[in-house]
């Protein structure tokens, strides 16, 4: 039986991982990122979806799915919605579980306009700067939040 069901979320420009600004964001595809998540989550039990859009409205669509399928928690990487985007921190408002907020890299060191975010009002947790180990970071913080 599934121990519980999470959701990952990747925002914009994230199909790009591995070919985009390498520098910042690492070589590691999203791919590698959603295999070494889905072998993680199989090992402990979980069933995980991972989805990315460059569209907002199809991520909050997802969100508001995770409401209603029984998901556990939401582990989101807005990308640039992260500094803009009041109707994901709604979205996210209006879902019930865990909510973790990842970033490749560690956005306080980076321009002024990337250090807000409006989901970070919402999240349970938030990782920066970790590269892609922030999702695995994530991953454990939501097999240890879960209920036994
Ligand atoms: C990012 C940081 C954001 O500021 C940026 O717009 C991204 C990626 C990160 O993972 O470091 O697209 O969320």
Redesign the pocket.
Known sequence: MSQGKVLVLH????NLLGTRQPE??GRETLDDVNNALHQRALLAGWDIHCFQSNHEGALIDAIHAARLDGTLAIII????Y??TSVAILDALNAFEGKVYE????N?HR?EAF?HHSYVSLRADGVI?GLGTQGYQAALEAVFAAAPP
């Not at 925002?11 to 994230?14: A, S, V």
């Open positions: 925002g914009p420009n994230l910042i964001y990487n807005p990308a640039a992260t500094h990842v970033h490749l890299s956005v980076r990337r920066a």
